[in-house]
């Protein structure tokens, strides 16, 4: 099956910190993304979307940010909270005929230090 | 919003014996599910793409026998692990697209013992 990769990298705030979540993706012809959000033991939750016709998209508190020249993707959250602590993935939306794939990045693990 | 629930939240079965797990979009139609598999502390990977009244399209390196697809309605498709294997103790976890983005099952803790 498709994957981007096997690796589960970690970041760790401070809360009331920032946080910048990193992400590459790999299909240069992919032109909407996705941020997920994912507790343990839970589906992913949408957090916020961007198409590639952007770079820079807001929501409550989270940004993303597309470099399509880089093929990069970033979420921040601003003044992280505990109830942030989960694991956030990057996805890129790959249009087909009949239907779209979601196909997920490898996530990154944040974890809020009260 | 949408909703997309899958049943069983977890399930416990011998090696050997077949599981079945049901993803049911509450309040839209899918004519197109998404089965995903996750291992502990790794990402979801595709495994398939279930179509209302066809066959499911596997990806790569997934096998179709060992994993049936079955999407008999437009609110309902089930896999069903065939002659589970301890390695196929996973998160199996659906998704259905609504009408204006992809929601997900809560998963399935699956063990094989």
């Known amino acids: 099956g498709e994957n981007v990769g096997l690796h589960l990298p970690t970041l760790s705030v401070q809360e009331g910190d920032n946080s910048i979540i990193n992400c590459a993706y790999s299909n240069s012809a992919s032109d909407y993304f996705i941020w997920y959000k994912q507790e343990s033991g839970k589906g992913p939750q949408f957090i916020i979307d961007?198409?590639?016709?952007?770079d820079k998209r807001q929501g409550q508190r989270v940004t993303v940010l597309l470099n399509k020249t880089v093929k990069h993707l970033s979420l921040q959250i601003a003044a992280t909270q505990p109830g942030d602590s989960a694991v956030y993935f990057c996805a890129e939306i790959r249009s087909g005929t009949s239907y779209d794939k979601v196909i997920f990045g490898p996530g990154t693990s944040l974890s809020v230090i009260p | 919003g949408a909703v997309v629930s899958q049943h069983p939240s977890w399930v416990i079965c011998k090696s050997g014996t077949s599981v079945k797990i049901e993803c049911r979009s509450l309040?839209?139609?899918?004519?197109?599910m998404f089965w995903y598999r996750q291992f502990p502390k790794q990402s979801l990977m595709l495994m398939a793409t279930s179509n209302e009244g066809s066959k499911a399209t596997y990806e790569q390196g997934v096998e179709k026998d060992k994993f049936l697809i079955n999407h008999a309605s437009l609110t309902l498709s089930t896999l069903t692990v065939t002659s589970a294997h301890p390695e196929d103790s996973s998160f199996y976890i659906c998704?259905?697209?609504?009408?204006?983005?992809?929601?997900f099952g809560q998963g399935t803790r699956l063990t094989v013992v």
């Open positions: 309040d839209f139609q899918a004519t197109t």
């Open positions: 961007i198409r590639s016709n952007m």
């Open positions: 998704s259905a697209r609504g009408p204006t983005e992809a929601f």
